[in-house]
């Protein structure tokens, strides 16, 4: 077992060391620590195995050493022997060496001079080619500033695309380009707000020039319209003339009712003038370059959106009257003016942009201007009182409606809306007519026309179709016209009227059927309306004497007879023949009928005022015990005064037979109703119930007035009466009297009810109301002469009378 370990111990031991032996020295740690990991004292017997195998080395290396040694000595020898040789050619290669440097010196520095300048030149090739790429880029670049200083931001913005896609991608290593790449945002951005900013100059610009544009619209509309008016004229007429409206760009100014035309009194410069369009007057370029951007940009919806909204504000602010727009035509003018501009400019829009107004734009903002220009003109009209004013308000309508619709715009609302201005213009044609009538009411002397020559009777015919055969063969002058001065002047307005409601009814598109049916009816007005109020206002001024209403009716009846010429007058103006079906009648007959009828009635009612003044001056004494055998003096002077009254109407012109006729009616009628109306006041004297006692004496006393008043009736005061009609309208005095005069009682209770009775007009009640006031008389003034027997018995027959007459009263009643 010893000499196993041992063995083993040796063979370990010889594998270590020639692992020492063949390994790196870094290595021979973990060898090293083996050999005390082993059995204890291994390290020692290892030491001994190393310093023999030590000592075998040396043995090795002395034996190496000892056979070379010989041939170490020969090489030392023969190096020594070459040592002297090698100075000498070290000496040789030193000097060669520096001749060599000195020599190549120059080429070296020459070498260095062309390697610099090589490299030179290849950096130079270099940048000459990065150059051939960036120029173009900073060519690119420098037309992009002056593009956007010369404001051509459209161009600006291709620029960019060109740029940003084809250019900067080349040399994006560049910082340079990097930052042009980043800058090209905000310029974006920039032209964005220019473009933005200019488009809110351009919207101021056109709101102030609306006014211009339209103002130029509406003339050219105008002169078209003169244009056709004048060439259809001319073709009905056969011939033709210069024309008005040239077709090289020149007009030719014309005047229609003063209405957007030059001064004729203007030199031919101011005439002629080159026509303009909306793109003369106003620039869109900042329309067309702010759209063209945005769709660049691919922001177009934005801007379309942004435009319209921009523009209905102005719409609408274009549509705001002013407050005073009604007091003059300029005003409306202006007005329609900047809404023709803003439709003008949103025509040229629609047409020269594609989308970004549509037409359904243009017709949503049309139809809401549209209903607001209807409710502004309805109202600043109906403050207009002057009729020149709304004919001029028309006028401006028709030129307004046509300049749209010539623009596409539907209008027919408006030619309506011109019916209810054309009720507003009656209205105040109406109105200044009234003023017209009052004043020639209130100069007129009321008295036939006196003409001294011919020469007036043919001026006074030409005003007014006056025709007469008796006066027409009257040669010598003066004569006399029946009617007075107002007459004419009348006839002459009426026929003003249609004039100047004729002037409306132009330009209207109406036909002539249409356009005779607003004549008539505007002439039915004044006469139904204005003329029959101030004749009815004339016939009730307190000042308007009896001869002034009997000339006024001789005034209507002329009036009247001149209604035919009228109709004719108006069948001239619109070649409508009275005949056709829907033709309107004028109502002048019923007026001036109606006029006649109120001043007949006014002359009886002022007939019977003054004869109800002459009565307020009656003083009977009614305990009068006889009369003072003579009629009383207010009857007398009030028979006077209707002598004198009926003696006008004697004196009227009656060389006409219907003013004769018309006269003398008047005349009988007014008589009659005078006469009844002082029989019924003389018996209301009578009966008056503050009136409580009547002597026999008052009786006869006013059974002497009475008489006189039948005096006057039988004197036949105006012609014409037939028998003793006009004194019938005292007979139920004069029966009433009669009775009480008489006192026949008897006959008048016998016959009572009778047709034949000789007091057939006396009612009981009356008489029983004058017996009673007669019976309280009798009771006063005869206390005594109830001791005398006739006395007695008058009173008895009095009391009898009383009572039979009380029954007859309460037999009518029941």
């Given amino acids: 077992m010893a000499e196993n370990e041992t063995l083993e111990c040796i063979t370990e031991h010889e594998r270590i060391l020639q692992e020492i032996e063949s390994t790196d020295t870094a290595c021979v740690g973990p060898t090293l620590r083996s050999i ?44 020594l022997k070459v040592r002297a040789d090698a100075e000498k050619l070290m000496g040789q290669v030193t000097d060669t060496n520096r001749r060599l440097q000195e020599a190549g010196r120059e080429v070296t520095a020459q070498t260095e001079e062309v390697i610099r300048c090589r490299v030179q030149q290849r950096n130079m090739a270099t940048t000459v080619e990065k150059l051939h790429l960036c120029i173009p880029v900073l060519e690119m670049y420098s037309k992009l500033k002056e593009q956007l200083e010369s404001k051509r931001y459209y161009a600006a913005l291709k620029t960019m695309e060109q ?130 951007i945005y769709t660049v940009l691919g922001d177009r919806e934005t801007f379309e959106n942004y435009y319209r909204k921009q ?113 507003q213009y009656n209205e105040t044609l109406l109105k200044k007519w009234a003023l017209v009538f009052r004043e020639i009411f209130e100069l007129d002397n009321y008295s036939p026309i006196p003409v001294e020559t011919e020469e007036e009777y043919m001026l006074v015919v030409s005003r007014f179709p006056f025709h007469d055969a008796e006066i027409e063969k009257q040669q010598d002058f003066p004569k006399k016209l029946p009617m007075s001065q107002s007459v004419p002047q009348i006839y002459t307005q009426v026929k003003e009227l249609i004039y100047a409601s004729l002037k409306f009814s132009e330009s209207l598109h109406r036909s002539s059927t249409e356009i005779d049916d607003m004549l008539r009816k505007s002439t039915n007005l004044l006469l139904t309306r204005t003329l029959s109020s101030c004749l009815q206002n004339l016939i009730k001024k307190p000042h308007i004497g009896l001869t002034e209403l009997v000339q006024i009716i001789i005034n209507t009846t002329h009036l009247e007879q001149a209604c035919k010429y009228l109709e004719e007058f108006i069948t001239n103006i619109t070649n409508v023949s009275p005949e056709t079906v829907h033709t309107t009648r004028l109502y002048g007959l019923s007026t001036f009928k109606d006029a006649r009828h109120a001043a007949e009635g006014e002359i009886y009612t002022k007939l019977n005022q003054k004869i109800d003044e002459f009565i307020q001056l009656a003083d009977y004494e009614w305990g009068m015990a006889e009369s003072d055998g003579r009629a009383s003096g207010y009857l007398m002077d009030l028979i006077n005064f209707l002598r004198s009254t009926f003696q006008v109407f004697t004196h009227l012109p009656n060389n006409n037979n219907d003013h004769a006729s018309m006269s003398g009616k008047v005349a009988q009628t007014a008589c009659m109703s005078a006469c009844k109306h ?120 009095i009391e009898t009378v009383v009572k039979q007459l009380r029954s007859l009263v309460n037999g009518m009643s029941s």
């Fill in 311 to 423: 523009r209905k504000k102005q719409a609408r602010l274009v549509l705001q009257p002013q407050a005073n727009m009604h007091e003059t035509v300029e005003g409306y003018r202006r007005y329609f003016n900047q809404i023709v501009g803003f439709f003008v400019v949103e025509d040229h829009i629609l047409h020269a942009t594609q989308g970004l107004v549509t037409r359904a734009f243009t017709d949503e903002v049309w139809n809401m201007a549209l209903s607001k220009i209807i409710a502004v003109l309805r109202t600043h009209s109906s403050y207009c009182d002057d009729p020149d004013l709304v004919l001029e308000l028309k006028n401006l309508i028709v030129i307004f409606a046509d300049t749209l619709q010539g623009y596409g715009f539907p209008v027919n609302r408006l030619f309506d809306l011109l019916f209810e201005v054309r009720d």
């Fill in 36 to 79: 005390y990991d082993d059995q204890p004292n291994a390290h020692k017997r290892f030491m001994e195995k190393l310093d023999a195998r030590i000592r075998n080395h040396d043995r090795e290396i002395e034996k190496m050493c000892n056979f070379h040694h010989q041939g170490f000595v020969d090489a030392i020898t023969e190096l």
């Fill in 678 to 797: 002082l029989s019924t006041s003389l018996m209301q004297m009578l009966l008056d119930t503050e009136l409580k006692q009547i002597s026999m004496g008052a009786i006869q006393q006013f059974n002497l007035d009475v008489i006189q008043c039948e005096l006057f009736a039988s004197s036949e005061p105006v012609p014409g009466f037939q028998g003793d009609t006009l004194q019938l309208a005292f007979i139920d005095l004069r029966q009433l009297l009669d009775l009480f005069m008489v006192w026949d009682w008897s006959t008048y209770l016998a016959d009572y009810g009778q047709p034949t009775s000789k007091y057939l007009r006396v009612n009981p009640a009356t008489a029983l109301a004058l017996l009673e006031k007669m019976k309280d008389t009798s009771k006063k003034n005869n206390i005594f002469s109830q001791f005398r027997k006739n006395d007695r018995d008058k009173q008895k027959l």
């Fill in 163 to 292: 740029l940003e896609k084809v250019f900067i991608p080349r040399v994006s290593q560049y910082r340079f380009c990097q930052i042009m790449a980043e800058n090209l945002p905000r310029l974006r951005e920039e032209i964005k707000e220019i473009s933005m900013s200019d488009l809110k100059d351009f919207l101021e610009s056109i709101r102030k020039h609306s006014d211009k544009v339209g103002h130029t619209a509406m003339r050219q509309a105008q002169q078209h319209r003169t244009f056709n008016s004048a060439v259809a004229k001319q073709a009905s007429m056969g011939h033709y003339t210069k024309p008005v409206y040239s077709l090289n760009g020149r007009t030719h100014s014309h005047t229609h009712n003063g209405l957007l035309m030059d001064d004729e009194t203007g030199d031919e410069e101011e005439a002629d003038e080159e026509i303009l369009t909306a793109q003369d007057l106003v620039d869109f370029s900042p329309v067309y370059r702010c759209l063209h």
